[in-house]
């Protein structure tokens, strides 16, 4: 079956560091990949997506390529801001439209 | 842009009382889920209709049951409430197509005591 494995957190930074959310997945067909983000006390927002390999999401500074050939789907920001501490979730969609989440990773970024 | 509304947003139940999340799309949606969110433990889909008119189960659908009153509305019951289901409920909606984006409410605390 599906899954996805992203690292745990909690993951602390300061400001205007490199965040990088480490992510792969198992699938039985061609999955579109997402990244999500959780802001304290909201719903999930889509933040990006890619739907098929060496396709790169980005959105938000944020960015990640879907690599078919590790399985991956690694999220990066090059400087985050205070503004950027939520919840990241890492999912997959296969033929059947239903997405399989990662545990998610919270990210809390100080001043 | 109202979007995947759900109600209510909060609720305390009783171990075996019963209730009814309601949520709604005005996106024109073919498809629609509820998830429940656990710490540690990311999303997991309880149920989801792919279509107006059909219904199947997700990974965790034990003591939930659902409805799919029109292509809109899509209700989520819960039976005889346990401490086991005390989570964060979110429904969502999405085409009918592969790639998709996932659209999501924001969410119901529900607490069973």
């Known amino acids: 079956g599906n899954s996805v494995t992203q690292m745990e957190g909690p993951v602390t930074l300061s400001e205007e560091a490199f965040l990088t959310i480490n992510c792969t997945y198992t699938?039985?067909?061609?999955?579109?990949l997402f990244w999500y983000v959780q802001y304290p006390g909201e719903g999930l927002q889509l933040l990006l997506k890619?739907?098929?390999?060496?396709d790169k999401g980005s959105n938000k500074g944020f960015e990640a390529t879907y690599r078919k050939e590790t399985t991956s789907f690694h999220l990066e920001k090059g400087s985050v801001q205070v503004s950027d501490s939520a919840v990241y979730f890492c999912?997959?969609?296969?033929?059947?439209?239903?997405?399989?989440f990662g545990a998610g990773t919270t990210v809390t970024v100080r001043a | 842009n109202a979007g995947v509304t759900q109600t209510p947003k909060f609720q305390v139940l009783k171990t075996g009382q019963s209730m009814t999340l309601q949520c709604a799309q005005d996106?024109?949606?073919?498809?629609m889920y509820w998830y429940r969110q656990d710490p540690g433990m990311g999303l997991r889909l309880i149920y989801y209709?792919?279509?107006?008119?059909?219904?199947d189960k997700g990974e965790v659908p034990n003591g939930y049951n659902v409805s799919r009153l029109n292509k809109r509305e899509f209700s989520l019951r819960l039976e005889s409430a346990a401490p086991s289901q005390t989570s964060v409920y979110f429904c969502?909606?999405?085409?009918?197509?592969?790639?998709?984006?996932?659209?999501f409410g924001e969410g119901s605390w529900l607490t069973v005591v």
């Open positions: 999912a997959l969609s296969d033929n059947d439209y239903k997405l399989s």
């Open positions: 969502a909606s999405s085409g009918a197509a592969p790639g998709n984006t996932i659209y």
């Open positions: 890619a739907t098929k390999a060496d």
């Open positions: 996106m024109n949606h073919n498809s």
């Open positions: 699938a039985t067909g061609y999955p579109s």
């Open positions: 209709s792919a279509s107006e008119g059909t219904t």
